[in-house]
């Protein structure tokens, strides 16, 4: 076993200082997902994509197609950013990952192994999901939702309440106010954030994130996106995050890949998309430009 596999870090007694950092109004200590991305990101050698799309394609029924022979790779440790507008692909893309859906033609390899050859459980605990409108278990307490995952990884209760706390802290919330609520007794914006927290409960090297700060205000929105932006860093994470919103899209993607009908019409990174003279992509950088415009 390799100096730096999490065996190794406990059996050395090495100890990574814990960080503190701001989420919300509250600090916090991030130790615990720090010991695990860097054993992560230290054992990691493969340099292969951890998701990558060949040539898939996606119809229902014999319908048109819905993903229309779409390639695309997502490397380690990157956030890969699918921009589009309403209806042209982006959640059918990210349900082809975790097998939520398979392809009519063409497949979709994670971690080396295409996704129909996967055990579709294992699949998804391997990557955390996060929904549109952040889709939590009504008849579960904020807890029970956090804790899911990893009380199926057969995680002793201790743990998972150990667990809970340090993730509900992480997305600004407070553990003792919360944890024992339900999903209705929330705002939509705290139903987001316990939406990330269960993503992450697990520690899996994937997220998946459909527009997971669409429904909140501005300023929290804001203020999230922004605190995800160092979040991911740190963590270390491969992240695929859908979002219409190309602020959105230019802060947090290390790549952004523009859809439409079912396609990828051009994957640059932010600084390129910024100055790209694709009419789609200019459309959107435009959109920047008109917000501030007030009507007379
Ligand atoms: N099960 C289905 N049967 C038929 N058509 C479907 C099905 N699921 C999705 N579609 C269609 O496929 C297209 C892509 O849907 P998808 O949900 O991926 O869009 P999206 O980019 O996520 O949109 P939004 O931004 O509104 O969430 C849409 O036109 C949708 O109506
Ligand atoms: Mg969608």
């Not at 990558?52 to 048109?64: I, K, L, Q």
């Not at 959105?248 to 994957?267: D, F, T």
């Amino acid at each position: 076993m390799g100096r730096n596999s999490p065996r190794s870090h406990r059996e050395h007694g090495e100890k990574l200082k814990p960080v503190h950092y701001r989420i919300a109004q509250t600090h916090i200590s991030l130790q615990p997902f720090l010991v695990d991305s860097r054993d992560l990101m230290n054992t990691a050698k493969d340099h292969s994509p951890l998701v990558e799309f060949r040539d898939v394609s996606f119809a229902v029924n014999g319908g048109p197609p819905i993903i229309d022979r779409l390639s695309l790779a997502v490397e380690r440790g990157e956030t890969m950013v699918l921009l589009g507008e309403s209806g042209c692909g982006k959640t059918t893309t990210l349900r082809l990952v975790n097998r939520l859906l398979t392809p009519t033609s063409g497949e979709v390899v994670v971690e080396g192994k295409a996704s129909t050859a996967w055990d579709p459980i294992q699949l998804r605990r391997r990557t955390g999901y996060v929904i549109q409108e952040a889709g939590l278990f009504p008849h579960f307490t904020v807890a029970e939702n956090v804790g899911l995952v990893p009380g199926l990884e057969g995680w002793d209760e201790a743990r998972i309440s150990a667990r809970v706390t340090e993730l509900l802290l992480l997305v600004g919330l407070d553990a003792d106010k919360f944890s024992q609520r339900y999903p209705r007794e929330l705002s939509g914006g705290q139903r987001q954030r316990v939406g990330v927290a269960r993503a992450l409960a697990a520690d899996p090297p994937l997220l998946l994130m459909d527009e997971p700060f669409g429904a909140l205000d501005p300023l929290t929105r804001a203020s999230l996106q922004k605190e995800f932006a160092e979040l991911k860093s740190r963590l270390g994470k491969t992240v695929i995050f859908v979002t219409h919103d190309v602020r959105e899209a230019l802060l947090l993607g290390s790549r952004i890949a523009l859809m439409a009908a079912g396609r990828i019409v051009l994957l640059r990174t932010p600084q390129e998309f910024a100055t790209s003279d694709n009419k789609l992509a200019r459309a959107y950088l435009e959109t920047l430009r008109s917000e501030f415009v007030i009507a007379p």
